[in-house]
């Protein structure tokens, strides 16, 4: 019910419109099975846009450990508009937590909560402030060069 909930969000909040969309979930082959039923048993509380197809896959990494039959129906690799992505965001994020794992592994469970928080918080603040050095200077080095091409002082 909560991944339920997450789901219904996640789409109803900005995806008015979009014909499609695409829901990677480890478990996406047991998970998708009866989502739409369970929705309508609680329609009242969870409710997806009618004309909205949810595309389902399960994570490169995931599908590895399931069923052969898993492979052909749920992976990225087949579907069309689905990019060269894996699917494992959350998994990619767990490396750079073992810098406070040590720590948090003898705290008590509010302490722990709050110190995994705060960690992935400065990790996303990071992100977020550190995605201008990977996008901008390349930006204003092809606009200078575009402007200096195009108003050379030496055309009439």
């Known amino acids: 019910m909560n991944v339920d909930?997450?789901?219904?969000?996640?789409l109803n909040f900005n995806s008015q419109g979009l014909p499609e969309?695409?829901?990677i979930y480890d478990i996406y082959c047991q998970?998708?099975?009866?989502?739409?039923?369970?929705?309508?048993?609680?329609?009242?509380?969870?409710?997806?846009?009618?004309?909205?197809?949810?595309?389902?896959?399960?994570?490169?990494?995931?599908?590895?450990d399931h069923v052969d039959s898993c492979f052909s129906k749920w992976t990225l690799?087949?579907?069309?508009?689905?990019?060269?992505?894996?699917?494992?965001?959350m998994e990619t994020l767990w490396s750079g937590m073992n810098k406070?794992?040590?720590?948090a592994r003898s705290m008590s469970k509010a302490h722990r909560q709050e110190t995994l928080d705060d960690y992935m918080r400065d990790?996303?603040?990071k992100k977020?402030?550190?995605?201008?050095?990977y996008l901008f200077p390349r930006t204003v080095v092809?606009?200078?060069l575009y402007r200096n091409s195009t108003h050379s002082p030496h055309q009439a």
């Open 142 to 144: 092809d606009y200078l």
């Open 123 to 125: 990790s996303n603040w």
């Open 77 to 89: 690799n087949f579907m069309k508009g689905s990019g060269h992505i894996d699917g494992e965001i």
């Open 21 to 23: 969309s695409l829901l």
């Open 5 to 10: 909930y997450s789901v219904c969000n996640a």
């Open 31 to 64: 998970y998708g099975v009866h989502f739409q039923d369970r929705l309508e048993d609680v329609s009242s509380y969870l409710s997806l846009d009618p004309e909205m197809e949810i595309l389902g896959a399960i994570g490169k990494f995931h599908l590895s």
């Open 128 to 133: 977020t402030v550190g995605i201008g050095k």
């Open 100 to 103: 406070v794992s040590g720590a």
